[in-house]
C-alpha cells in the first residue's frame, strides 16, 4: 500500500529539518561516510533542493511473513521501489528522493576511494538532507516507524515545481 501527502517545500521544510539532529542520528549508521549519498556531505544538502515548490511524500507500507527478516523485507521492497522512482520522476518532471542510501553499486564506490560513475544518477534520502523522518510520519500520517513488528515501512519523496497528480502505484506496478 503506499500512503501519500504532498506539501508546500518551503513550510515543510520549517518544520521538519534538522540538520545537526539527524545527522548525528546518521552517524551511528554503519553507512556514515561509506556512500556518496550519506553524509557526511561538505555543504548543506538542502541548498541544492531549496528551489523545489512542492514535496510529495510517499510511504511504502506492507507486512511480511515472521520467517523473514525486516532487513530482507526491506531490501526486496528498495529493488522496486527505486526502479519505480526513476519512472516516477521521468513522468512527473520531478526529482526523487530515496528510502536509504544509493544501491546503484555494490558496494559503493565510495568504500573503494574511487569516484561515482555515475553521479547523475545519485539520489539522496530525506533524512540525508536533514529531514526528521519519524516526525513527519507521526505528525502527517499517523504513522509509526517500528523495527519489531512486522510492519514495514519505507519513506521517500518526489520534489517538483509543480503540483503532482500522478500515483506512485501506477509506476510500482510495473515491478512487483
Ligand atoms: S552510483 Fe554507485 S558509487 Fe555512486 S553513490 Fe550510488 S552506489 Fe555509490
Redesign the pocket.
Known amino acids: 500500500m503506499i500512503i501519500s501527502k504532498q506539501f508546500n517545500f518551503d513550510e515543510f521544510t520549517k518544520k521538519y529539518l534538522n540538520e545537526p539532529l539527524v545527522h548525528s542520528y546518521c552517524k551511528s549508521c554503519e553507512n556514515y561516510n561509506l ?3 550519506c553524509p557526511d556531505h561538505k555543504d548543506s544538502l538542502i541548498e541544492k533542493y531549496k528551489n523545489y515548490k512542492y514535496i510529495t511524500v510517499f510511504i511504502y507500507k506492507d507486512t511480511y511473513d515472521q520467517f523473514v527478516t525486516h532487513e530482507d523485507a526491506y531490501w526486496n521492497a528498495r529493488n522496486f521501489i527505486d526502479k519505480a522512482i526513476f519512472d516516477f520522476e521521468k513522468e512527473t518532471n520531478s526529482i526523487g528522493l530515496i528510502p536509504g ?10 568504500t573503494l576511494d ?6 547523475e ?2 539520489r539522496h534520502s530525506l533524512e540525508t538532507i536533514g529531514f526528521h523522518v519519524s516526525n513527519i510520519i507521526e505528525n502527517e500520517f499517523n504513522e509509526k516507524l517500528e523495527w519489531d513488528t512486522k510492519i514495514l515501512h519505507l519513506v521517500f519523496a518526489a520534489l517538483s515545481n509543480q503540483p503532482i497528480t500522478a500515483k506512485f502505484d501506477d509506476f510500482l506496478k510495473f515491478y512487483i
Open positions: 556512500n556518496y549519498s542510501k544509493c544501491i546503484l553499486c555494490n558496494p559503493c564506490l565510495k574511487e569516484p561515482c560513475p555515475t553521479p544518477l545519485i
